[in-house]
């Protein structure tokens, strides 16, 4: 055994990452491949994930192709759920992996590893089943960002990644947006709206944007919820809502062809870091250690000093409603806004107009 017990990676052909999480969570997840390809320039990297994740990995540079799971079968009637998750499995293990690679605690992913045969199988310690790996990752006990996390994994396997590794990656394709640049986007939703500002405080935010002369566009996930909350934000205003209109490619176009993007925890926030947008990110009960901008100058987190943060729960008491988000000032939030602008004004990048900035400059 030597020192570290690393796997020897060196004639590893084929390479299985797993990564059965929400979107965000899977965009984080590129250094891993871009250190992979790095240090085993020889190997073939493929990705297990989410069918609705896909956009978050295709066109990596060092990624041979995506394995999706359809979270549809879930309510397919058993038997056709079995036999679609029998058959994705079946391809695996006739894939002939030499490594897999799990970065999701939880039973699929482990599953995923066992059943494919790969002699070298690497994830987080489970509470169970920890002979199912050849080499267990042992979870930081104290707040890490997530990005450092998934690096552990290879870090385990004796594999370091350089800081130039460490970046995102996001392709996004040509895209021509239906109002004219510059503006200012806001994705003011998530799926879980208890990461949320009130509607009434939003709105608050996009009158006090518009009278300092901001062209506005207003986006949100295809969630029902979210798209009812945006049209409330909106209404009689003029902004243009492309809630639950664009694709995520578009999505990240809208973000990359923006001046400035406002949003809370949720996957917007990570193309920003991807494609080192301004962006001002507003945190309650998650962690902006764990979840916040990754390696983005251009980024400031706006939250509460709450001895409460990050709770991680839904709501004060699992009530939906947190307390840290509703009663966020205003005035931090449009604070952050004029820091990051006039970050971009001295560095002379994407806001031009000095004049327009001075009366956005105005007293709040």
């Known amino acids: 055994m030597t020192y570290g017990n690393y796997p020897n990676f060196s004639s590893f ?97 482990a599953i995923v590893a066992r059943i494919s045969g790969a002699p070298v199988r690497v994830g987080f310690e489970p509470k169970r089943r920890k002979h ?91 969630d029902e919820a979210e798209k009812k909350m945006v049209h409330a934000i909106a209404q009689d205003l003029p902004v243009t809502v492309l809630a639950g209109q664009t694709t995520l490619k578009e999505l990240a176009a809208l973000i990359q062809q923006s001046e400035l993007l406002i949003c809370v925890d949720s996957v917007p926030l990570h193309m920003a870091s991807a494609l080192k947008k301004p962006v001002v990110a507003l945190f309650g009960p998650t962690s902006d250690i764990t979840w916040g ?19 991680y729960q839904d709501g004060c008491g699992g009530s939906k409603y947190s307390d840290c988000l509703h009663t966020l000032p205003l005035a931090s939030v449009m604070r952050a806004i004029d820091e990051v602008e006039a970050r971009e004004t001295r560095a002379g990048g994407a806001i031009k107009d000095g004049s327009l900035r001075q009366s956005r400059f105005g007293a709040l």
């Not at 901008?293 to 709770?311: G, I």
């Open 13 to 109: 052909k084929k390479i299985l990452v797993v990564k059965l999480r929400h979107l965000g969570d899977v965009l984080l997840t590129g250094p891993v491949f871009t250190a992979l390809q790095s240090a085993i320039p020889d190997a073939r990297i493929d990705a297990y994930i989410y069918e609705e994740a896909l956009p978050m990995l295709e066109g990596h540079s060092a990624l041979h192709r995506c394995l999706t799971y359809d979270r549809k079968w879930k309510t397919m009637p058993l038997y056709q759920r079995l036999f679609q998750e029998w058959r994705l499995l079946r391809q695996i293990r006739k894939e002939g992996y030499d490594c897999v690679i799990n970065l999701t605690e939880g039973d699929r992913g």
């Open 132 to 222: 199912w790996y050849t080499h267990l990752v042992k979870n930081c006990p104290t707040q890490r960002h997530t990005v450092e996390r998934n690096l552990d994994v290879l870090r385990r396997m004796g594999i370091f990644p350089t800081p130039s590794q460490r970046e995102l990656s996001l392709h996004v394709p040509p895209y021509t947006p239906p109002v004219a640049a510059p503006y200012t986007l806001i994705h003011s939703t998530s799926r879980w709206l208890f990461k949320c500002l009130p509607i009434h405080r939003m709105r608050e935010l996009v009158q006090t944007l518009l009278a300092r002369g901001h062209t506005l566009v207003l986006t949100s996930g295809p």
């Open 293 to 311: 901008p990754w390696r983005n100058p251009h980024a400031r987190v706006v939250t509460q000093a709450m001895s409460c943060r990050p709770c």
